[in-house]
């Protein structure tokens, strides 16, 4: 299970697999060890996690302000032009039929 700090461009994962093990779940992931990483440059992020024996971190940091608010006012733009639905428009869909 995850638990997640927010900073301001930077957001911290704590994680255990372990707690999984115990319950009743449809499935139960684990890692072993893990070392990912990943630099997006459309949005100016970068990700790493890392894993040992079912405990792991997720660091997720915005390195470039302006790529992603110039990526978000594009996003903006689409929603509002009718492009995309956002998760509250199509509950509100769903709803009404």
Known sequence: ??????????SIDF?????????SWNWITFNFIKLYMEKDTQFGMFEIEIYLLGFGMRLYWTYDKKTLAKKVKEYE?????????SIDEA???LESD
């Not at 299970?1 to 930077?10: D, G």
Request: glycine share 10%; aromatic share 6%.
């Open 15 to 23: 994680n255990n697999d372990w707690e999984q093990v115990v319950g």
């Open 77 to 85: 733009g689409i929603l509002k032009n009718g492009k995309f639905v």
């Open 91 to 93: 509950l509100e869909i």
């Open 1 to 10: 299970m995850t638990k997640t700090i927010e900073l301001k461009r930077l």
